[in-house]
């Protein structure tokens, strides 16, 4: 059985690698209203906006690290995808399943379901299954609505509603003028507290004005004025979006939470193509009768007040493919990762994908460079094991870089993915290098030496060896 080990207070425990999909670096974390103490709230990852959990809390154990130290662990629970709190993640190691000891089933799930021995110690085995976050419990939720997921302790509905049809749609629901409004989450990228604003003279009324994010100059528009509703309290969050390429932050008053429903249940529109609402979900947990209201981008943004709001975007908002495109020959934006103990990177626009690792087939005249081949969305991509091409100690294999060269796709092998980082010219070196032609240049960041690598040199060694 293949399972992934990590540490949380010195103590070691091990979740199936089919259930992890990413290990990554802490992210900005936005609190969830109501959410029991072991929810730290809302995290990006990849674009995609995941309930964040603190694996100490659950576990019973004291809190775990703070935010910006540890990993995150995504895990797919068999329902979703969520994000773990956990202080290191060791390695990728087999286990003979006659060597778990297995705990009886139960019901509900334990999350702790099994223990095994390794060099002498003890791994707690886990459960993904039992993190479903619909097994979550909301906390002092008032009675004008809220809930982490839309139920409520009390709510007789709740069962009920978990034993029908696999949920098909996750939203982050929202409330603004008084009513309930809902956005499905792939079309969230980040939710973030509204901080101060910047205003744009001769915007339209909807344009709340430019606030800072990260450096970077977000437009914020206010859902209530978009939606002609008398403005109600103050604004209080945002969502970010991102709109025929062009990011915009919409303002809303308070955040009930990730909801979850049967596409079925959406009570569609008559005529809705192009209207600001695609339909309507009957309200949970405390928002019981009443109605809320799916809202739709492309109605909220017509092409034509996407082009009013460019006049008032910095160039590198307007799209992220025309950024890549015109960005700046003095910066580098790449992608870093672990190979062993050596931190590497090479240039984003290379990167197809990254995929969470997975036995690839071997091939019968293959030799040390290329371990096999693997399937990728029903592509076949030749594997090259990095390490062994660079002469490096494998540590852990947690990922796969999908590169395409020439249209063609090509599995390359590490340790850990890190993250994506700009990495100025100035602080790029050439180097003679002697045993291969692989890395040529080092970049230094945060004090750290980078080995970059250059992915022709590799490919074309991989071609000649397929042949």
């Given amino acids: 059985m293949e399972l992934v080990t990590f540490a949380i207070q010195k103590n070691r425990f091990a979740l199936a690698a089919s259930s992890i999909s990413q290990v990554l670096e802490p992210s900005a974390v936005t609190p969830l209203p109501y959410a029991p103490p072991d929810v730290e709230g809302l995290v990006n990852v990849s674009g995609s906006v995941l309930l964040q959990l603190n694996l100490a809390l659950r576990l019973g154990m004291s809190a775990g690290p703070t935010h910006g130290s540890g990993n995150l662990v995504v895990v797919f629970t068999g329902h979703e995808n969520i994000a773990l709190q956990v202080d290191r993640v060791h390695n990728k190691i087999n286990v003979d399943e006659s060597l778990i000891t297995r705990y009886a089933a139960t019901e509900p799930r334990k999350l702790v379901c099994g223990e095994f021995a390794l060099n002498d110690g003890v791994v707690l085995l886990l459960d993904a299954q039992a993190l479903d976050m619909r097994t979550l419990d909301p906390r002092g939720v008032p009675e004008s609505g809220g809930g982490l997921m839309g139920f409520d302790l009390s709510d007789e509905t709740r069962d009920v509603a978990l034993q029908k049809t696999d949920v098909q749609i996750a939203t982050i629901a929202v409330e603004e003028c008084g009513e309930a409004y809902a956005l499905e989450m792939s079309q969230v990228h980040e939710i973030v507290q509204m901080g101060p604003l910047t205003q744009l003279p001769g915007a339209s009324f909807e344009v709340a004005g430019l606030m800072p994010l990260r450096e ?100 590198k908002n307007t799209s992220m493919q025309a950024d890549l495109q015109r960005a700046s020959p003095a910066t580098r934006r790449m992608l870093s990762f672990r190979l062993g103990t050596e931190r590497c990177a090479f240039p984003l626009l290379w990167v197809d994908r990254v995929e969470a690792y997975s036995p690839g087939v071997n091939l019968p005249d293959g030799d040390e460079f290329l371990a096999g081949v693997i399937q990728v969305k029903g592509e076949i991509a030749p594997v090259i094991d990095l390490r062994r091409l660079l002469g490096v100690t494998a540590i852990e294999t947690s990922s796969y870089v999908i590169v395409r060269v020439q249209n063609e796709a090509w599995a390359l092998m590490v340790d850990r993915i890190e993250r994506v980082i700009d990495l100025q010219e100035s602080d790029i070196t050439p180097v003679r290098n002697q045993q291969n032609d692989y890395m040529n240049e080092v970049g230094k960041l945060d004090g750290e030496l980078i080995s970059l690598l250059s992915l022709m040199p590799l490919t074309l060694a991989a071609k000649r060896q397929l042949k």
């Fill in 216 to 315: 970077e100059a977000l437009l914020i528009v206010s859902l209530g004025a978009l939606l002609r509703r008398p403005m109600i309290g103050q604004a209080h969050f945002v969502l970010v979006v991102n709109v025929q390429g062009i990011q915009l932050g919409i303002s809303v008053s308070s955040i009930h939470g990730i909801e979850q429903y049967a596409r079925e249940s959406i009570q569609g529109l008559e005529g809705a193509e192009g209207a600001q609402l695609e339909g309507y979900l009957k309200g949970a947990g405390a928002r019981v009768g009443r109605i809320t209201g799916l809202l739709s981008i492309r109605g909220l943004f017509s092409p034509q007040t996407l082009a009013q709001y460019q006049r008032f975007l910095p160039r």
